[in-house]
């Protein structure tokens, strides 16, 4: 259903570049010199989170969050998927989570001590059993399967990347949802001792936490709507979202919510992060969409983080639902989604 | 080989001693100190950039480093005139130029690395976003400026150019705002950060208002 004719395998393991690298790389390009004064500026002001231009040639060796091996199944073909993935080293090293910090590269440094044992994720609401899942049964309650999904940012970069989970229709069903559940509200953890991002206006890059999101049923239902709880064979790093992340492939990055301690089910739409700061520029339902540019710049093509560096031409179009319109274009049947974006 | 001798000086060459006068000049150490620390940086960057190890998007990294980059230079560039004059130190003055143009330097790499690397020469989408988004439109104008500021930075150029080069180079400090501007609106949430660079920006304004007074007065 995903997985589009096989092509050729273009998997390949020396791809991966660990992102103890990527860390080094950046202490490098964190210490070059006047002209980077404002990067340096900002390790100063955040010199309470995590090592600070003063520390910058004594860096502690930081322990790296432990993954531990995921059992699961192969999508049939997965390994067929026709598009190059993102390297393991850029998927984990690449990373919007403004719990850890608002610059790409922060939650990766930010989150390796992050507790993700115990846990604990609530499905409640308009529903007539709700569950509580603790960190054992996130991983043991459903099957595990692996999925390749396309991943969007709406900043228009892409990756693609094999996650491990179960679709969310399955949790959703074994809460069994009433009549009046019409809409899902996630939410992430609230944290500010372990999230650094919520406890500082300039880390957090002035969102309001706890981070919200939210679905319709009947997209939260779509089986390819998958609740993920690993990528690469792996456990989830805490800055892809550990223990428990959303994936909504056809849909901008920012949907798909991290680190999920509750689930609602509701009767109205709920309210969604990003669409209280700025409702011109993010919409409840941020389908991926071509046709309908954000106000700052175009959603028309976007840039694959494969490998390549700087000279990769990997510019490409973007495509309707992120490539997904076959299994979903049906849920937005007779809706006008310039006005419904 | 001993050709003219200057009065009191010993037994040199002119060379050696315009050589020996320019090395103990503290503008020429200064000069030598600005060209390493705006090309050093550069080298670092595009090697680790072109080799894939700088961060996962090296393109973003280079869009970022080099626009942050600009608007440091185009700080310290206007911060030598005040500088020199409050601590009476005038030799600064002769490293405004070498700043400035370092500051259009990094700009012009900015903006080809959005061509390049960002949209990769797709030469529509790059005319469409400069002018459908306003916060690309703003960086452009500043861009402009920077452009014809570096034009006329020749002496000769200059001293054909008379009054009008000064009036001509105050625009500088439209460039800066607008490029302060650009900075504050590019971002999605974090607004700290360009926030703080457009206090630095306001501050400079008001540290040079007597300047801003006597041009308005003399335009009128
Ligand atoms: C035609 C001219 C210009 C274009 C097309 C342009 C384009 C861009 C783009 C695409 C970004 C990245 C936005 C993002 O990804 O968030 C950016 C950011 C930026 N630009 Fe420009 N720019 C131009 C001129 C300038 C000039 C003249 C300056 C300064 C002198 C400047 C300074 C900056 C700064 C400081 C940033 C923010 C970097 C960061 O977030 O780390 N830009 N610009």
């Given at each position: 259903m995903l997985i589009k004719i096989p092509k050729k395998s273009e998997l390949s393991e020396n791809q991966v570049t660990q992102e103890s690298v990527y860390l080094q790389r950046r202490q490098l390009l964190k210490g070059m010199g006047f002209i980077g004064a404002g990067t340096l500026l900002s390790s100063a002001l955040s010199s309470k989170a995590h090592g600070g231009v003063f520390d910058l040639f004594k860096e502690k060796e930081k322990p790296v969050f432990t993954r531990k091996d995921l059992s699961y199944s192969g999508q049939a073909g997965a390994e067929n998927f026709p598009e190059k993935l993102t390297p393991e080293g850029k998927v984990i090293s690449h990373n919007n989570f403004y719990e850890f910090g608002a610059q790409k590269h922060q939650p990766a440094e930010l989150a390796?001590?992050?507790?993700?044992?115990?846990w604990q994720l609530k499905i409640s609401g308009e529903v007539d059993k709700p569950i509580t899942l603790d960190y054992d049964q996130l991983f043991s309650t459903f099957s595990l399967e692996e999925r390749i999904y396309r991943l969007r940012c709406v900043e228009a970069w892409s990756m693609v990347i094999p996650w491990v989970g179960f679709p969310l229709a399955k949790l959703l069903k074994m809460a069994q949802p009433?009549?009046?559940?019409?809409y899902v509200a996630f939410e992430t953890l609230h944290d500010p001792e372990q999230m650094p991002g919520q406890s500082s206006r300039r880390l957090g890059g002035g969102i309001a936490y706890p981070y919200v999101e939210g679905l319709r049923i009947d997209e939260a239902m779509n089986p390819l709507t998958l609740m993920s709880v690993g990528l690469y064979g792996k456990t989830l790093p805490p800055q892809n979202g550990a223990p428990i992340r959303l994936v909504?492939?056809?849909?901008?990055?920012?949907?798909?919510?991290?680190?999920?301690?509750g689930i609602k089910l509701l009767e109205k739409e709920p309210p969604t992060t990003w669409n209280l700061l700025a409702p011109h520029e993010y919409g409840f339902y941020a389908n991926v969409n071509p046709g309908v540019a954000h106000p700052r710049w175009s959603q028309a093509s976007e840039r694959r983080i494969?490998?390549?560096?700087?000279?990769?031409?990997?510019r490409i179009e973007t495509l309707m639902f992120n490539g997904y319109g076959e299994e979903v274009a049906d849920l937005y049947k007779g809706m006008d989604l310039r006005k419904f974006y | 080989m001993v050709s003219k001798v200057k009065a009191g000086t010993a037994f040199d060459s002119p060379f050696k001693l315009r050589l020996n006068k320019v090395l103990t000049t503290k503008v020429f150490w200064l000069k030598v100190l600005i060209h390493l620390g705006a090309l050093l940086p550069l080298v670092n960057l595009y090697y680790l950039a072109l080799s894939d190890q700088?961060?996962?998007d090296p393109v973003e990294a280079v869009i970022h480093f080099t626009g942050i980059g600009a608007l440091n230079l185009f700080l310290l560039t206007l911060l030598v005139s005040p500088l020199s004059k409050y601590s009476r130190q005038a030799f600064l003055m002769k490293t405004r130029r070498l700043l400035g143009l370092y500051t259009f330097a990094y700009a012009l790499l900015h903006l080809l690395n959005f061509l390049f690397f960002e949209v990769q020469f797709d030469l529509a989408l790059f005319v469409g976003e400069i002018v459908k988004r306003p916060y690309m439109t703003v960086g452009m104008a500043a861009f402009v400026i920077l452009l014809l500021l570096a034009l006329t930075s020749f002496d000769k150029v200059k001293r054909r150019m008379g009054k009008s080069w000064q009036k001509l180079h105050n625009y500088s400090y439209l460039a800066v705002v607008l490029a302060g501007v650009h900075f504050y609106w590019s971002v999605k949430s974090e607004i700290i950060e360009p926030g703080v660079y457009l206090a630095l920006i306001l501050a400079l304004l008001f540290l040079r208002r007597d300047k801003f007074r006597r041009w308005f007065k003399g335009k009128r």
């Open positions: 390796q001590g992050f507790k993700v044992n115990p009433n009549s009046r559940a019409k909504v492939p056809w849909k901008y990055g920012f949907k798909s919510i991290k680190s999920i301690v494969t490998t390549g560096g700087l000279l990769a031409r990997n | 700088l961060t996962a």
